[in-house]
């Protein structure tokens, strides 16, 4: 059962222009969620968050917006940089466990 | 810097052999967890220690599976009789109690032969 959902398996967008991540989640109980982005043979690494009370939050070129009566929350990475290529990963907490529930991943192509 | 630790990076054994793998947390950090990933997917929850004590436990962990953190610092995770299926990268994370954000190691990529 895949509590959360990235249903683009990848994205290529051209160096400059504003890179879109979508993400879907089923459980209502979530009150967290983050994003991480992952290089081959590395750990995820932290990139931003949002908690369930804001609709948006802001880090330099990267935004997560988050529509909750969609269930439904996107990155925004603007402007897009070669060294974004990445595979980005969404996660959300909450509810009665402790864990993080991840999405399958959105591989980004940035082209120069 | 003291972000979160595993080792080894790579193993790789021939089917039947036990395994162990250590995660050293951030250190101000009581909640650990690991996470197994495959090819094409995303990061699976394994289990979770809150300090010393294990409070959760996938489904996905079978009887094969062991997981400890003896002193409320470092972890092991320890798999018995390996299996071509237990090929994947072995995550830890680890966060604060309360705090929302969980760090990740560089993983550890094991191989069954």
């Known amino acids: 059962d895949q509590q959360v959902k990235q249903n683009s398996p990848s994205l290529s967008v051209q160096e400059g222009r504003i890179s879109i991540l979508n993400c879907d989640y089923t459980n209502s109980m979530f009150d967290y969620f983050l994003w991480y982005k992952k290089y081959p043979a590395e750990g995820p690494t932290f990139l931003i968050s949002i908690s369930s009370i804001k609709d948006k939050n802001e880090d330099g070129r990267f935004t997560v917006f988050l529509n909750k009566s969609a269930k439904h929350l996107s990155l925004h990475i603007v402007p897009s940089q070669p060294g974004d290529s990445a595979v980005y990963f969404c996660a959300a907490s909450g509810g009665t466990g402790n864990q993080f529930y991840f999405g399958t991943g959105t591989s980004l192509t940035v082209i120069p | 810097d003291t972000g979160v630790s595993q080792d080894p990076r790579h193993k790789i054994t021939k089917r039947g052999q036990n395994v162990t793998f250590r995660c050293d947390p951030i250190s101000e950090h009581n909640r650990l967890y690991w996470y197994r990933q495959t090819l094409g997917q995303g990061p699976e929850f394994l289990t979770y220690f809150q300090n010393e004590a294990q409070l959760e436990k996938s489904r996905l962990l079978s009887d094969r599976f062991s997981a400890e953190r003896p002193k409320g610092s470092f972890s092991t995770l320890e798999i018995q009789r390996t299996e071509q299926g237990d090929s994947a990268m072995y995550l830890c994370?680890?966060?604060?109690?309360?705090?929302?954000?969980?760090?990740f190691g560089q993983g550890t990529r094991l191989t069954v032969v």
């Open positions: 994370a680890s966060s604060l109690s309360g705090g929302e954000k969980a760090f």
